[in-house]
């Protein structure tokens, strides 16, 4: 079960080597300003002291911190995150036994001093919220059904294949168009459409009496690179069926005219 899972929520871990300045720093901004979509906690590879002036820094941009202490990996009771996240480069290599998660990312951030040991926190805040805006669109737009397991068997079938790659291909196509291009029949094709538009592969638009069939606005990117790749790499997977298909259309454009 994941932390706060209940809260419908996503636990996030940020960790840095001493837990004093950027991982401090990154728990109290997720847990004050992106409160609605995660809840953060924080540590190092091992604990010091949160400084002073960060708490005063807390204190006057209204971030109620002034909880956070220095902890360190291992005095955490055992608990799985949703995302753990290492933020500088000697966290990234110190810390080779991480919690539990089924996300592990690194943003590398500077230190919160500048060469003349002054403070940087407003520098280091902004990158911070930068990244969790980036990280909260991300969640909110992926298709939360969609599994890598799931995704590559539903594609080891050839015609969900030629499917998704006429799609790619042509970006948006009806049942009849794939009817043709593929030379199956209708219940088969739609079938495996089904399949595909369940899984959150495919997408449907309806205009007038017909529906097309196209890729999500909001395809994860990794999807949508596969399909490009394979398409690129295999294009004798579909040339027939695009031959099909734009002798479909020139029909068509000869009835009209």
């Given at each position: ?200 592969l495919l997408s ?26 394979t398409r690129i ?25």
């Amino acid at each position: 079960m994941y932390w706060f899972s209940c809260y419908a929520m996503l636990s996030i871990l940020f960790i840095c080597t001493n837990n004093a300045g950027r991982s401090q720093l990154a728990e109290a901004i997720c847990n004050h300003e992106f409160a609605d979509s995660f809840k953060a906690l924080s540590a190092g590879a091992r604990a010091t002291q949160v400084s002073a002036e960060l708490y005063q820094y807390f204190q006057q941009h209204e971030l109620q911190a002034s909880h956070q202490t220095s902890k360190a990996l291992e005095s955490l009771p055992a608990q799985k995150f949703d995302y753990v996240i290492t933020l500088c480069s000697e966290a990234k290599q110190e810390c080779l036994s991480l919690p539990d998660s089924p996300g592990v990312l690194h943003w590398e951030l500077p230190s919160t001093r500048d060469e003349q040991g002054q403070p940087r926190f407003d520098d280091i805040a902004a990158l911070l919220r930068q990244q969790l805006k980036r990280l909260q669109t991300y969640i909110q737009q992926r298709p939360q059904s969609l599994e890598p397991l799931q995704v590559f068997k539903l594609l080891s079938d050839e015609t969900r294949l030629q499917i998704m790659m006429l799609i790619e291909d042509e970006q948006r196509l009806s049942v009849n168009e794939l009817c043709q291009a593929l030379a199956e029949s209708q219940p088969k094709t739609s079938r495996h459409l089904a399949l595909l538009r369940e899984s959150g592969l495919l997408s449907t638009t309806r205009h007038g009496q017909q529906i097309f069939y196209h890729l999500p606005d909001c395809h994860d990117a990794w999807v949508a690179k596969v399909l490009a790749t394979t398409r690129i790499a295999n294009p004798s997977l579909i040339n027939l069926p695009l031959l099909r298909l734009r002798e479909l259309r020139l029909q068509l454009a000869n009835q009209e005219s």
